[in-house]
């Protein structure tokens, strides 16, 4: 498996970030190579031009959107359909239960987003309630291991 992984943090209040940290140690046992990008100033043809693999941590605003500061980038991707059929993508989405059908809406907007380019997810996804602003590193954790063995199959079976 390649050892390089580019991070896309997209986050209004900065738990994403540490979210993100939290994943990323999780992740080196795997990838020796990590870099975080910020989704309020990542170009979508950026996206096009990094490794093979990538992960998205995103919070949920306004109605299961995505963060203010991801606008740009979602409609860039939207409207100049980069091509991005190079790449595999999990998800990390963090929320707020008490919003209850928008939970973690950002997941599923994301999937959709990087899937008009043709990148392809990994799963499972990652669902994170924020509400007491606890971070539930054993579920986190767990999610990683998850991951990386989703990522060696689908690098196996290619
Ligand atoms: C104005 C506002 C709107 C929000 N809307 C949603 C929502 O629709 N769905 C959801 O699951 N969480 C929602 N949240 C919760 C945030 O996603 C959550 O607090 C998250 O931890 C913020 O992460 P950040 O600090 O990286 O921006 C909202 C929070 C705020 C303040």
Redesign the pocket.
Known sequence: MQRRLSVL???????????CGFACEFLRTEFADIEMLDAGSTPATALAQRGRFLLVV????????L?RAAQPLQASLRERRVDLSGIVFGVV???????RE?????AARWKELLGFGGARFAGPEL?????E?RIELPRLHAWSRAWLASLGRTSLAE
Do not use: H, Q, Y
């Open positions: 943090v997209a986050s209004s209040n900065g738990m994403a970030w540490r979210i995103s919070s949920t605003f306004g109605r299961g959107e963060p989405c963090l929320g707020d239960r008490s919003f928008t939970f973690c809406g950002a669902k994170l309630d924020m509400c602003r």
